[in-house]
C-alpha cells in the first residue's frame, strides 16, 4: 500500500502494480468481490470493465465495549462486548499497473430492537462520532450532555453518571480505530487478491 489517505468517514488506498495491466487487476478484484460480497445485503452497483470502475454497497460490523456495563456490572443480560453495523460502498477505479480504492461508510445500521430506543438526535450523534482522523469533542461533548439528562431520569447517582460519561470518548476512539483497522484489512485482502499469481496454468 503505497498511499492511504484517512477522511472523517472514508478511507482511501492506492496501490502499485507494475506487473498487471488493467484487464489483468479488474478481472482479479471482480473475482475477490464475488467471492466477499455474495449475501443478500451486497450489492455491486457499478462493474464497468472499459472505464476500469467498480462500485458495491455491503455492511460491515464491529464489536465494541458497552458502556451499559458501567452502570450495572452484575447484570448478567447486559452484555460486555456489543455489535455495531455499518452500511458502506466500496469504489475501485483500476488503471493499467495501478488501481485506487474508496471505502466510505455511509450509515449506522441499527437492528430492529435497538432502533426502537434511537431518538433523530441519538441517530445524528451516533453516526457524527465516528471520524477516521479522531473522535469530535464537541460532538461527544453533545452527547454527554443528553446522557447526563437521561441518566438523572433512571435515578443514576451522580459518581456512575460522571463515570459512564467519561467512558463515552474512549469509547468511540475504539470503535473509530476497529473501523480503520477492518477498512486496512479489506484493502491489503484486496491487494493479496490482485498479486496472486495463478499456478496452474489457468
Known sequence: MQDLFAYPKSLTGVFEVPSKTKAEIFSAIN???SINYNS???VTQLL???AGNIVVKGINQINYNN???ILYPNMKSIPEINVMKFNHLIEINVKENKYRVNYRILEIEYDQAVAVYMTP????NGFDCINLNGTPVAVITSINDSLETTLKMGFIGKEKRETYKANTKPMYDGINSTIVADM???MLSIQS???SQTKDGW
Open 48 to 50: 464497468d470493465a472499459e
Open 184 to 186: 486496512k484489512a479489506t
Open 40 to 42: 443478500g445485503k451486497s
Open 31 to 33: 473475482k475477490w468481490i
Open 193 to 195: 487478491a490482485v498479486n
Open 67 to 69: 458502556g451499559a456495563k
Open 121 to 124: 438526535s441519538l441517530t445524528k
